[in-house]
């Protein structure tokens, strides 16, 4: 015995068929997505949705009824095929025709059971009195006027149910074309959605322009006319608070961080955007969506000439800064005039080194895929090399890395953790740094494991397959860290030879 029309297997059949072909219109070209697109997506979805309602009709004159529009909705759906079919020829149809197929065969059978048992004569009671009085007459007639006036106003109810959820689901679709369309801008040109050609604010009206194969974001709103309904589009940009100094949780608060990322207070995310879309259309409905948009994805920097002088904030914002010349903003006692060199003025040769050392002001730099530049010479973490140790902390997206126990971001915390980056005295290094969000960052191992701890430093395992190393002659760091979220971080572009594209590495005054 059946419970429910979810029980029933032609039921079950269109459900199939209804995600089949959102799968096939899905292929179509961009300008089918409302034409062909939303006719037979809407037809697939009425047969299943047809027979759901009128199992729940207590009348099996009007389950029948709901089982016919269904299959009148088979047919609709299938002259769609057929006209596709012509159109583009090179889809694969063959599991939306043998689902139509089979639901059409299904639904001709249920009805023409149901029928047989709507034919059946029914026992009625012979009525004592052939006759009607002109009073019973005069009733009935009452009676069946108003009964025709509700089924009028019943059925008008319907009709407009009907319109307003197909213009609902239109809507829907404007919405939902307009989230993928800014997802693959924030993922392929994030300046273009950071900094749009208006101001932001959740006042902001923008739409989509179509620009060659993408889009671009334009000022103001767009319009459309579909099935007699015109529908008004567009979206607005906001900029997006976090606490914990612009890494933590999104927030309303206005901001108020005195220091750096991890602190107490509140600091924009400049990589995360707040997107809410917005549709109306004629008749006062109207569609709102809210969406986050995040950058992913970060590109290489690389400028190798700085002979052109300073005075210079920005690159063009009108090529996107794809275009790197030789200028910069400003310098101290550095040296600039030979193009594609940079050297301190006023420092002399030697091979002499520090037995305490800081980081370069300009090589302070390691690289990893995920998190992007890791800053080794970020001021406030004053990161130093001894002899036997790191201490101090880097800075990067993923938040500041600690060096040593006795100088993270939250001081000296080696009474709860006791860890550091060591230093044998040759310039080979071994041990731990930390990060609050990913975890540790091994500076020596192997497959195996990374380094242990022997008396008050860490030793390197044997045979090690990754280490990192500072040059006893240039006090270059190189070599690969591994975390075991981020992956591998590289401290010098020779690791990949990269560096005829981009010079980086990190470098201290430290000597042996």
Do not use: H
């Amino acid at each position: 015995m059946l419970n429910s029309y979810k029980d029933l297997i032609v039921w079950q059949k269109s459900i199939q068929l209804v995600e089949e072909v959102y799968i096939l219109t899905n292929k179509f070209p961009k300008d089918e997505q409302y034409g062909l697109s939303i006719q037979m997506r809407r037809a697939a979805i009425s047969i299943p949705s047809n027979i759901a309602e009128g199992s729940r009709r207590k009348d099996l004159p009007e389950y029948l009824q709901f089982l016919r529009i269904s299959d009148a909705s088979s047919a609709e759906l299938e002259t769609q095929i057929i006209i596709s079919k012509k159109l583009y020829f090179n889809l694969n149809y063959q599991k939306v025709d043998s689902l139509l197929e089979e639901i059409q065969k299904m639904l001709n059978v249920l009805i023409q059971k149901l029928n047989i048992n709507n034919l059946k004569p029914k026992t009625q009671n012979p009525k004592p009195n052939k006759g009607q009085s002109l009073i019973e007459i005069i009733i009935a007639m009452s009676i069946g006027g108003i009964l025709i006036g509700s089924a009028a106003v019943a059925i008008s109810l319907a009709l407009k149910s009907n319109y307003d959820t197909k213009t609902t689901q239109t809507a829907g679709f404007l919405s939902s074309e307009y989230t993928d369309s800014l997802f693959s801008i924030a993922e392929s040109n994030w300046f273009s959605l950071y900094n749009p050609p208006a101001s932001k604010g959740p006042d902001s009206q923008f739409y989509l322009l179509p620009s060659g194969a993408s889009y671009s974001i334009a000022i103001g709103a767009t319009s459309t006319i579909i099935e007699g309904r015109t529908f008004t589009r567009y979206f607005s940009i906001e900029n997006v608070n976090r606490d914990s100094c612009g890494v933590g949780n999104i927030t309303a608060d206005a901001v108020s961080c005195s220091t750096g990322p991890g602190g107490i207070g509140v600091s924009e995310d400049s990589s995360t955007q707040k997107i809410t879309i917005k549709i109306s259309w004629t008749g006062g409905g109207n569609l709102t969506k809210i969406i986050y948009l995040a950058r992913i994805r970060n590109a290489i920097f690389a400028q190798t000439d700085w002979s052109g002088g300073a005075n210079q904030e920005n690159f063009s914002t009108s090529t996107n800064y794809a275009i790197i010349n030789n200028k910069f903003a400003s310098s101290t006692n550095i040296s600039y005039l030979s193009a594609g060199v940079i050297t301190i003025s006023g420092f002399g040769g030697g091979g002499g080194g520090n037995a305490t050392g800081t980081i370069d002001s300009t090589y302070k730099w390691a690289w990893n895929d995920l998190i992007g530049w890791i800053d080794f010479g970020f001021s406030t973490g004053n990161v130093k090399v001894y002899s036997d140790r790191l201490e101090g902390y880097a800075s990067s997206s993923a938040g500041f890395i600690a060096l040593n126990c006795n100088s993270t971001p939250n001081n000296d915390i080696c009474g709860t953790s006791n860890f550091k980056v060591s230093n044998d005295g040759s310039g080979n290094l071994s041990g731990w740094a930390w990060n609050d969000g990913i975890g540790w960052i091994s500076f020596c191992g192997n497959a195996s494991g990374g380094s242990t701890l022997s008396g008050s430093n860490w030793i390197c395992p044997s045979s090690p397959t990754y280490q990192v190393v500072i040059s006893a002659s240039t006090g270059e760091f190189s070599g690969w860290a591994w975390n075991d979220i981020k992956g591998w971080i590289s401290f010098n572009c020779s690791n990949t030879g990269a560096c005829g594209t981009v010079d980086y590495k990190v470098k201290t005054d430290w000597r042996p």
